[in-house]
């Protein structure tokens, strides 16, 4: 948790490589980044949508991120930056992902 | 009956999330392959309806191999040839890349025994992603299962017919 982060209110988008290519994603509050990148069009892998499968892992780049729940990763897959898509919510407007990990 | 291929390998996994075995042969019962997934570790900090420690907490559980100390005894039971003479289960019928898909609800006879009905795809987890040899994981493995195959690659089956499997045996398409 970012203490010096702005409120989540104040959060439009974050950034997410996938593909390729980098993309302005919207964020809605309240809405995971998952979601926010399917309402888009927008075509990351994903399974579960609960945080089980690890199918949405990405890497953080930059930003914070907060995971709602994890049921998949290792201490090492936290420590490389990893995050699931359909739990986590940005914390910041700096946020980038890559999706292509 | 018509021929679809030949077994490749036969591996088990004693230990969920462990290193699995190759193995020659061994026996197949309703339950599954004989020596299975017969042990797995439990966490105390798991949620309960999937109370594992797996290779996805700790990737480097694939790097320990497990081994039965009498490994010849785990591969078929006991007076097996006995029991199969007066088996009652009745003779079977005389009658590409994810290729497997396509055999759901379909039966198959592996050798000249035993007998599998295909029941479902199985969808996969991180588990797949990780390098038995190294440990490493490699999540694109896993987001194009996803992307291509709806996220399932392999199939569960039950078994209608006990049996014991050798690699390189026939694998006949029963209906």
């Known amino acids: 948790m970012n203490t010096n982060s702005r409120s989540a209110n104040d959060i439009t988008s974050f950034r997410a490589i996938l593909d390729g290519e980098e993309y302005d994603v919207p ?45 998949v990763f290792s201490q090492r897959d936290l420590e490389q930056n990893y995050v699931l898509l359909c739990q986590s919510i940005p914390l910041n407007g700096d946020v980038l992902v890559d999706c292509d990990a | 009956m018509n021929q679809i291929g030949n077994l490749e390998s036969i591996w088990r996994y004693p230990v969920k999330s462990m290193r699995g075995e190759q193995i020659d042969d061994v026996f197949v019962a309703y339950t599954g392959v004989m020596g299975d997934r017969v ?3 439990s966490a105390a900090d798991a949620p ?47 009658a590409s890349g994810f290729c497997e898909n396509e055999l759901v609800n379909r039966r198959l006879l592996i050798g000249d025994r035993l007998e599998i009905m295909l029941r479902e795809l199985d969808p996969r987890c991180k588990s797949i992603t990780i390098d038995p040899d190294t440990a ?22 039950v078994v209608l017919t006990e049996g014991t499997v050798s690699a390189g045996d026939e694998i006949q398409l029963l209906d």
Not at chain 2, 58 to 74: A, D, G, I, S, W
Request: include cysteine; proline fraction near 8%.
């Open chain 1, 27 to 71: 964020y809605r509050v309240g809405e995971v980044m998952l979601d926010c990148m399917l309402n888009e069009g927008l075509d990351p892998a994903f399974q579960c949508m609960d945080g089980h499968c690890g199918t949405c892992m990405v890497i953080r780049l930059g930003g914070e991120v907060e995971m709602r729940k994890n049921n």
């Open chain 2, 39 to 41: 042990y797995a570790l």
């Open chain 2, 48 to 94: 309960p309806e999937f109370p594992w420690h797996t290779n996805r907490e700790q990737e480097e559980f694939v790097l320990y191999q497990p081994r039965y100390r009498n490994h010849r005894n785990t591969l078929k039971p006991a007076a097996m040839e006995a029991a199969f003479a007066e088996a009652l289960n009745p003779p079977y019928p005389q």
């Open chain 2, 136 to 157: 490493e994981t490699q999540p694109r493995i896993l987001k194009h299962i996803a992307r291509k195959h709806n996220g399932f690659a392999g199939v569960y089956a």
